[in-house]
């Protein structure tokens, strides 16, 4: 079975321009969570997908992230524009069942610089 | 809400040598406990998890955790560790519901070096 696939998994971008990553979920998983996971940090959601539903956005800063999931399934995270304190590893989720007991199971991340 | 406190930024062991990483949580409500490992450039594995029972949970790798209610922790320990090992080990909670699902809050992790 495979894993959660993410891409790509380094960027580096100036400040101001735009950046996406891109969440490829394990096959029937509907849960899909974005994190942010600051150097030295622990992972922080970001937002939280049922299906195609964002059911918890309240963390994602909606001025400049946003965030979608069409048709259920792969996920993109974009950020526009970025700032030096986007520098971090963005990590995807997806989760095996309905309820917080069942293990989500985690991306290898999208580390992003931004100069 | 929860919260977690993960008490050691960085635990340094030499190898064969028994382990523990502390970790406390803080909730109003009743929480499911869980310990997850990262190994460089790599997402986290969960390593085991509390849900009820028995407050002694065995996961993968040898790793074993406690769950102490009355203080709140969730400790993780191994016996003998090993070389590979050395990674950054994550204590999470997330809020015990019975339907749907709650997102898991991470503590800030510790970094596991072990020395030959």
């Known amino acids: 079975e495979a894993g959660v696939v993410q891409s790509p998994r380094y960027k580096i971008i100036e400040k101001k321009q735009p950046v996406a990553f891109w969440c490829n979920p394990i096959s029937g998983h509907n849960t899909l969570y974005w994190y942010l996971q600051n150097l030295g940090q622990g992972p922080e959601l970001l937002i939280r997908y049922e299906n195609e539903e964002a059911v918890d956005d309240s963390q994602l800063p909606k001025d400049r992230f946003s965030a979608e999931r069409l048709k259920g399934v792969d996920s993109t995270l974009k950020i526009q524009p970025a700032e030096l304190g986007d520098s971090a590893v963005y990590l995807c989720?997806?989760?095996?069942?309905?309820?917080?007991?069942?293990?989500?199971?985690f991306g290898p991340g999208t580390r992003l610089t931004v100069l | 809400a929860q919260s977690v406190t993960q008490l050691d930024s960085q635990v340094p062991v030499f190898e064969e040598a028994p382990v523990e990483l502390r970790c406390n949580y803080s909730s109003s409500v009743s929480v499911y406990l869980f310990w997850y490992v990262q190994y460089p450039n790599q997402g986290l594995q969960l390593l085991l998890k509390?849900?009820?029972?028995?407050?002694l949970v065995k996961g993968i790798n040898g790793f074993e955790a406690e769950f102490n209610k009355s203080q709140t922790s969730f400790h993780l320990r191994k016996p003998s560790v090993h070389i590979s090992d050395t990674a950054e080990y994550f204590c999470?909670?997330?809020?015990?519901?019975?339907?749907?699902?709650?997102?898991?809050?991470f503590g800030q992790g510790t970094r596991l070096t072990i020395n030959p």
């Open positions: 989720a997806s989760r095996s069942g309905p309820s917080s007991y069942n293990e989500q199971f």
């Open positions: 509390y849900l009820s029972g028995s407050t």
């Open positions: 999470a909670v997330s809020a015990r519901i019975i339907q749907g699902a709650q997102k898991l809050v």
